[in-house]
């Protein structure tokens, strides 16, 4: 009953669905483009399909490597990936061409969400990480598609969310055959929602096995000689608003110490980032950007292009990871953390509790609580090489060691299709 009461709520809503897609269109034209898939009309019929779902930006890239599994293991059976946001689709793009059938994810209404079945007639549904909708789910255990909830996590404020709507949460969780867990607290929550303890594995996380682009060694050297080859660089990554700020003020602060110092500024949303280049003009530094057409020496780099992270991580000294001093729970280490650089965050970690506790057990990490402390800690790790290496190689060393889950997870998407 719970959930045919939130498909007419969510059917009174369309309309300023699609209003708040034209609203954030006004920065990122993406948003403007293929509404048809949004109501579920998939372009293609395919006889039988894999269909997996990632939301945006992180589980995208988490994605990449298992649907690179898939393909090999899989080859005649084509792979429908969907995704919530622009910037997710574009990171599946950038990674996997024409190789894979892309799409929006279909809004949750009923009717949309069994066209796009009828269209794609999946073996299995693979949903990367937390994404739980009503409707999706009971259309697939309606009509016996097998379900894997891959990747899993789930935060304590997310779990009392679901909670509080209980009854819908259970059902949703029944039309689960399999949920890979990352780790043992989140296979605690799944399991004290609802979801069969027989059902849920904990095979770690996918973000461990991350793979770094063959040619990413040649770029990271173009670019650091652009840069500077003795430059010192650390990197804000994936910054939000109201951390620039904070980035800028510990940029002014290490500049005093290091005047030869740079800071590359990586915005986590790309609709940001005039907006953010106005903003380290107006604090008074010398900017050059990474789309420019010609390089400019200045103080502050701003990386204004989709999927290059790696490649800022790869020319920096330090990696400051950011979303960890707004609300948002931080942002994904393991990129630096693969690369061998010593890490900083901020106090919000809510979202990658597992991932910080092993980074910070090994001395890979540092915490921070505002820009005087960020600064010192960069200031520290430019002046102390052998410190900087040793917390990197501590870095790279979690990441080698938790590899994994993708085979894990791999044998449990098998197990299911015939």
């Not at 940029?251 to 980032?273: C, E, G, S, T, Y």
């Given at each position: 009953?719970?959930?045919?009461?939130?498909?007419?709520?969510?059917?009174?809503?369309?309309?300023?669905?699609?209003?708040?897609?034209?609203?954030?269109?006004?920065?990122?034209?993406e948003y403007r483009t293929r509404f048809a898939e949004r109501l579920g009309f998939f372009p293609e019929t395919l006889s039988k399909s894999i269909w997996l779902h990632a939301v945006s930006v992180g589980e995208s890239l988490a994605a990449i490597p298992l649907i690179k599994s898939l393909k090999k293991t899989y080859p005649d059976i084509p792979i429908v990936v969907?995704?919530?946001?622009?910037?997710?689709?574009?990171?599946?793009?950038?990674?996997?061409?024409?190789?894979?059938?892309?799409?929006?994810?279909?809004?949750?209404?009923?009717?949309?969400?069994?066209?796009?079945?009828?269209?794609?007639?999946?073996?299995?549904?693979?949903?990367?990480?937390?994404?739980?909708?009503?409707?999706?789910?009971?259309?697939?255990?309606?009509?016996?598609?097998?379900?894997?909830?891959?990747?899993?996590?789930?935060?304590?404020?997310?779990?009392?969310?679901?909670?509080?709507?209980?009854?819908?949460?259970?059902?949703?969780?029944?039309?689960?055959?399999?949920?890979?867990?990352?780790?043992?607290?989140?296979?605690?929550?799944?399991?004290?929602?609802?979801?069969?303890?027989?059902?849920?594995?904990?095979?770690?996380?996918?973000?461990?096995?991350?793979?770094?682009?063959?040619?990413?060694?040649?770029?990271?050297?173009?670019?650091?000689?652009?840069?500077?080859?003795?430059?010192?660089?650390?990197?804000?990554?994936?910054?939000?608003?109201?951390?620039?700020?904070?980035?800028?003020?510990?940029?002014?602060?290490?500049?005093?110490?290091?005047?030869?110092?740079?800071?590359?500024?990586?915005?986590?949303?790309?609709?940001?980032?005039?907006?953010?280049?106005?903003?380290?003009?107006?604090?008074?530094?010398?900017?050059?950007?990474?789309?420019?057409?010609?390089?400019?020496?200045?103080?502050?780099?701003?990386?204004?292009?989709?999927?290059?992270?790696?490649?800022?991580?790869?020319?920096?000294?330090?990696?400051?990871?950011?979303?960890?001093?707004?609300?948002?729970?931080?942002?994904?280490?393991?990129?630096?953390?693969?690369?061998?650089?010593?890490?900083?965050?901020?106090?919000?970690?809510?979202?990658?509790?597992?991932?910080?506790?092993?980074?910070?057990?090994?001395?890979?990490?540092?915490?921070?609580?505002?820009?005087?402390?960020?600064?010192?800690?960069?200031?520290?790790?430019?002046?102390?090489?052998?410190?900087?290496?040793?917390?990197?190689?501590?870095?790279?060393?979690?990441?080698?060691?938790?590899?994994?889950?993708?085979?894990?997870?791999?044998?449990?998407?098998?197990?299911?299709?015939?």
């Amino acid at each position: 009953m719970l959930r045919y009461l939130y498909s007419f709520l969510l059917y009174l809503a369309m309309p300023f669905m699609f209003l708040r897609l034209l609203w954030r269109s006004r920065k990122v034209p993406e948003y403007r483009t293929r509404f048809a898939e949004r109501l579920g009309f998939f372009p293609e019929t395919l006889s039988k399909s894999i269909w997996l779902h990632a939301v945006s930006v992180g589980e995208s890239l988490a994605a990449i490597p298992l649907i690179k599994s898939l393909k090999k293991t899989y080859p005649d059976i084509p792979i429908v990936v969907t995704n919530m946001t622009p910037t997710g689709r574009a990171r599946i793009q950038a990674a996997l061409g024409d190789s894979v059938l892309q799409s929006f994810v279909p809004y949750d209404f009923p009717d949309a969400v069994s066209r796009f079945l009828k269209k794609t007639n999946p073996i299995v549904c693979i949903v990367m990480e937390t994404e739980l909708w009503p409707n999706l789910f009971s259309a697939c255990k309606k009509n016996k598609i097998p379900m894997v909830v891959t990747n899993a996590r789930l935060s304590e404020k997310s779990a009392k969310g679901y909670q509080a709507i209980a009854p819908l949460t259970r059902e949703m969780l029944s039309a689960v055959n399999i949920l890979a867990s990352q780790g043992i607290a989140d296979a605690e929550r799944f399991i004290a929602l609802g979801m069969k303890k027989e059902n849920v594995h904990v095979t770690g996380n996918l973000k461990f096995d991350l793979e770094l682009p063959a040619d990413l060694a040649q770029k990271s050297e173009n670019l650091k000689n652009q840069l500077g080859k003795n430059k010192l660089i650390w990197v804000a990554a994936s910054t939000h608003p109201t951390e620039e700020e904070i980035v800028l003020a510990a940029h002014r602060k290490i500049l005093k110490k290091n005047p030869d110092a740079l800071l590359i500024l990586v915005p986590r949303h790309p609709d940001r980032f005039n907006s953010v280049a106005e903003l380290i003009k107006q604090q008074g530094f010398s900017l050059t950007r990474r789309s420019d057409a010609e390089f400019k020496p200045a103080e502050v780099y701003l990386a204004d292009t989709m999927g290059e992270l790696l490649l800022m991580y790869s020319v920096c000294d330090v990696a400051f990871v950011a979303g960890s001093f707004a609300n948002i729970g931080g942002h994904n280490m393991l990129e630096a953390a693969a690369l061998a650089k010593p890490i900083i965050v901020g106090p919000q970690l809510f979202n990658f509790a597992e991932i910080s506790e092993k980074l910070f057990a090994a001395n890979a990490m540092i915490k921070v609580l505002n820009d005087e402390e960020l600064a010192i800690a960069v200031t520290k790790f430019f002046n102390d090489e052998h410190f900087r290496k040793q917390v990197g190689d501590n870095a790279l060393r979690v990441v080698d060691e938790n590899r994994g889950a993708l085979k894990k997870q791999m044998n449990l998407i098998s197990s299911l299709i015939a």
